[in-house]
């Protein structure tokens, strides 16, 4: 969303916009804008337990969150060491140490945690803290429905005339409205 929030008067409202307008629809989210992929997943995923603890910026039955930029380590401290998505292996040598959360996880000096744990955890630190680029990967769905009219040449539309183009036009939106209708 980089300079897209002002559109909508500043972060938090446009993470409220997109929550709400979700909510709208139906489809209830929890929506959180921070400076790495990685917190942004781990605000949003847990602002739960955020919420209990009312700890700022977060509130109490909010779907959205905003972590001020830099302060993903003390915002999301609290956190449990699960929002890093780590795998199940990793988390569970990180509790047999007795490390369950982002700040203690944080604590532990970055070379001490390279010799002690397998290298996903040092890279999913890196990308929540924003030392190490998370690209995101666009994801691709069904294939959306197509129609096309292919005329023999150039024409202008005082060559083909209004009704004759409101019929193709009506006929080519007919062809994709109705297999999205029937899915």
């Known amino acids: 969303v980089t300079g897209t929030a002002g559109v ?11 929550a709400w307008t979700l909510a709208s629809r139906g489809l209830h989210a929890r929506v959180a804008i921070a ?10 995923h847990h602002t739960a337990a955020l919420d209990r603890r009312h ?5 109490r039955s909010r779907r959205f969150a905003v972590v001020p930029p830099g302060e993903q380590a003390a915002a999301l ?5 699960e929002s890093l998505r780590l795998e ?10 007795g490390i369950d959360s982002v700040g ?9 945690l390279a010799s002690r744990f397998p290298p996903a955890l040092a890279v999913r630190i890196a990308q929540f803290m924003g030392t190490r680029a998370e690209p995101l990967a666009p994801t691709f769905g069904e294939e959306l429905p197509q129609a096309g009219h292919a005329f023999d040449a150039p024409v202008s539309l005082g060559e083909v005339g209004e009704d004759a183009l409101a019929a193709i036009l009506e006929r080519l939106v007919g062809r994709g409205v109705v297999p999205l209708a029937a899915r």
């Open 8 to 18: 909508f008067g500043g972060e938090a409202a446009l993470v409220r916009t997109a």
């Open 35 to 44: 400076d790495t992929v990685g917190a942004a997943w781990a605000a949003a």
């Open 55 to 59: 700890a700022p910026p977060f509130h």
């Open 77 to 81: 401290a609290a956190l449990p060491a």
């Open 88 to 97: 199940a292996g990793v988390l569970a040598a990180l509790r047999e140490v």
């Open 104 to 112: 203690g996880i944080l604590k532990v000096s970055r070379k001490s």
